[in-house]
T-cell receptor
Framework: EAQVTQNPRYLITVTGKKLTVTCSQN?????MSWYRQDPGLGLRQIYY???????DKGDVPEGYKVSRKEKRNFPLILESPSPNQTSLYFC??????????????FGPGTRLLVL | AQSVAQPEDQVNVAEGNPLTVKCTYS??????LFWYVQYPNRGLQFLLK??????LVKGSYGFEAEFNKSQTSFHLKKPSALVSDSALYFC????????????FGAGTRLFVKA
């Protein structure tokens, strides 16, 4: 089944404790992206990647890191989480490197609580 | 810079009645417009998109949207609402000069009452 998977689905952590949220897609997609969803703000893009070893900042990259060492994986790293990073996170992928015209496929989401 | 607005936080409609979820956008070039739906505890799912051509776009689950360039709108519609349509709906816009980004609206929650 074609899908985007994220792990973990739920995470409670404390301020300053490094964490990684994994994202993997099995559709051989070029483009992958991370979003955070907050009430009243919709989805805001954190980072995106147009191909292996090619990443760029979205609208809200502060406090986050990403890497794209393999085409299928795009982990999101929070080196020192803070309470304002409590949010619902979505990974997405798209078949084209520049997905202006293309549908994005979303993972199920990771709900993060930073105490 | 591109932007998208969904002026209604919530839309309430009775089952069987037509529904409209509004979206307006702002871009400097040609817009590429999308609607996604989010059911509880799920990721976003694609409904439909406008790239070019016919202004009336048909999508999944009986939804359609009308692209209106003069009003810079892309409203989502369905002739007869179902209770199962209750969900959170997001409009999104991208453009070639937009730095490869897709901008999402804040979302509109649709409640369909039986």
């Amino acid at each position: 089944e074609a899908q985007v998977t994220q792990n973990p689905r739920y995470l409670i952590t404390v301020t300053g404790k490094k964490l990684t949220v994994t994202c993997s897609q099995n559709m051989n997609h070029e483009y992958m992206s991370w979003y955070r969803q907050d009430p009243g703000l919709g989805l805001r893009q954190i980072y995106y990647s147009m191909n292996v070893e090619v990443t760029d900042k979205g609208d809200v990259p502060e406090g986050y890191k990403v890497s794209r060492k393999e085409k299928r994986n795009f982990p999101l790293i929070l080196e020192s989480p803070s309470p304002n990073q409590t949010s619902l996170y979505f990974c997405a992928s798209s078949s084209q490197a520049v997905p202006v015209f293309e549908t994005q496929y979303f993972g199920p989401g990771t709900r993060l609580l930073v105490l | 810079a591109q932007s998208v607005a969904q002026p209604e936080d919530q839309v309430n409609v009775a089952e069987g009645n037509p529904l409209t979820v509004k979206c307006t956008y702002s871009v400097s070039g040609n817009p590429y417009l999308f609607w996604y739906v989010q059911y509880p505890n799920r990721g976003l799912q694609f409904l439909l998109k406008y790239i070019t051509g016919d202004n009336l776009v048909k999508g999944s689950y009986g939804f359609e949207a009308e692209f209106n360039k003069s009003q810079t709108s892309f409203h989502l519609k369905k002739p007869s609402a179902l209770v199962s349509d209750s969900a959170l709906y997001f409009c999104a816009v991208s453009e070639l000069t937009g730095g490869f980004k897709t901008i999402f609206g804040a979302g509109t929650r649709l409640f369909v009452k039986a």
